[in-house]
């Protein structure tokens, strides 16, 4: 479980004080597939880089299976992230590397061997359905074969959870749904919880059980998908309900 609690990030500019989150608190229990959803520049992102510690919160703990991020020793906190695989916004993959390498990539940094790299290499391209595609570079493929080779790529090490910024908002509606099939079968057949940082409410209601919505940096409501959907309460949750219906 990932439960963060009072979480707060300010950064300091030379124009003043930026806050990004404020006291924000919420649970994500193992095996949800968790959305936290809300308008760009309502400090999803910086969220995200928070929960895998590339930001270090202001204020508030982030608690991975009861362990505070930020109260380990980088030792620790090295074991600590290999428990989230990270999808960010863009991809990032290598361009000059195959899909095959790209995905190869942190189990090489984790120094395994080759055989077990090429065995855990092939099973993640037939999971994606990018067996046929091992030897292509990022630059020969779709924006949704790159998201697949993102989302195989994070989960190379076996990560407990996998948080994905933005994973469907570069993709077409018919890409965007075969994205998040892979999702749900990732979610079903590894038993990863997944966390889903997003602008679209389409996405939230198509395959996460809890969501959270975020504006200001603040979290104004949180509950299942079809409690906030039948009735939502905070002004921001009804905009957007209202607009997709």
Known sequence: MIEIKNLSKIYKEKSGRVVALTDASTQIQDGDIFGIIGMSGAGKSTLLRCLCLLEKPSAGQILLDGRDLASLSGKELRMARRQMGVVFQGYNLLMQKTVFENIAFPLKLEKYDREKVNARVSELLELVGLSDRADSYPSQLSGGQKQR????????????????????????????????????????????TVIIITHELSVVRTICNRMVVIDNGRFVEQGTVAEIFHAPQSTIAQQLIGKEA
């Open 149 to 192: 080779v993102a989302l195989a790529r994070a989960l190379a090490t076996q990560p407990k959870y996998l948080l994905c910024d933005e994973p469907t908002s570069a993709l077409d509606p018919l890409t965007t749904q075969s994205v998040l099939n892979l999702l749900q079968d990732i979610s079903q057949k590894l038993g990863v």
